[in-house]
């Protein structure tokens, strides 16, 4: 199933997109290595939503949701390493690659484990938005990108226009999430509150609650 580029939702999308990169175009605090290390993830994060908001816009679900989910690891890698990795754990991520760094960084804290980690250690609002978001999306995503149930149906019988319009609301709540990660890396914790604003400002493509 293909989807209209000309819809207005995806017209929204990028308009919010356009406005967070110029509201996050900021330095990050300092360059010790858990600010950098947790900026790269983060960046990487926004990269998976960009990714994901042209493979929907082209009607490619299954692989939409597949960087969906990654979109969705990387921000969770983010805000983990930013308040609960060890200095050792950084250190594994900032190694220089090889078989050796590339095994040990196998090793590293798995999604349910971060989860944990944050529980205890994030500010609530930060682990509220993910637990949200996983417990309400995590199993669907699994189904994807192992093609389960959910992509074998779908990729037989079709792609509903509003399957492919929620996922997109998803993938644009958790890109806040992350450009508020982004402006506390950068140690302006109050511009959160204007990403929330340029959300919302653009109720069409956001979801209900963020």
Same mark, same amino acid.
């Given at each position: *199933?293909?989807? +209209? ?7 929204? +999308? ?8 110029? !509201?996050?175009? &900021? ?29 929907? %816009? ?8 597949? &960087? ?35 095994? !040990?960084?196998?090793?590293? %804290? ?29 199993? #669907? ?5 192992? !093609? ?42 109050? *511009? ?6 340029? #959300? !919302? ?10």
């Amino acid at each position: *199933m293909k989807t +209209s580029t000309t819809s207005p939702i995806f017209e929204e +999308s990028d308009v919010l997109a356009e406005e967070l990169k110029a !509201a996050i175009a &900021v330095p990050l605090y300092d360059d010790t290595q858990r600010i950098r290390t947790s900026g790269i993830a983060c960046s990487l994060s926004l990269e998976h939503w960009e990714s994901a908001r042209i493979l929907l %816009r082209f009607g490619m679900l299954p692989s939409a949701v597949g &960087v969906h989910r990654s979109q969705f690891e990387a921000l969770l890698r983010s805000i983990w390493l930013l308040y609960a990795a060890s200095d050792s754990q950084l250190c594994r991520l900032n190694a220089t690659l090889s078989i050796e760094t590339e095994q !040990a960084a196998k090793n590293m %804290r798995q999604t349910s484990e971060m989860m944990q980690d944050l529980e205890k250690k994030a500010p609530p609002q930060a682990y509220d938005a993910l637990s949200r978001f996983k417990e309400n999306s995590w199993k #669907a995503l699994n189904s994807y990108v192992h !093609a389960g149930v959910h992509p074998i149906r779908r990729h037989e019988d079709g792609y509903p226009t509003q399957l492919v319009h929620d996922v997109l609301r998803n993938a644009n709540g958790l890109a806040i999430v992350s450009c508020m990660q982004a402006v506390v890396l950068s140690g302006r914790p109050t *511009m959160q509150r204007s990403v929330l604003d340029l #959300a !919302a400002k653009h109720p069409l493509c956001m979801p209900p609650l963020l």
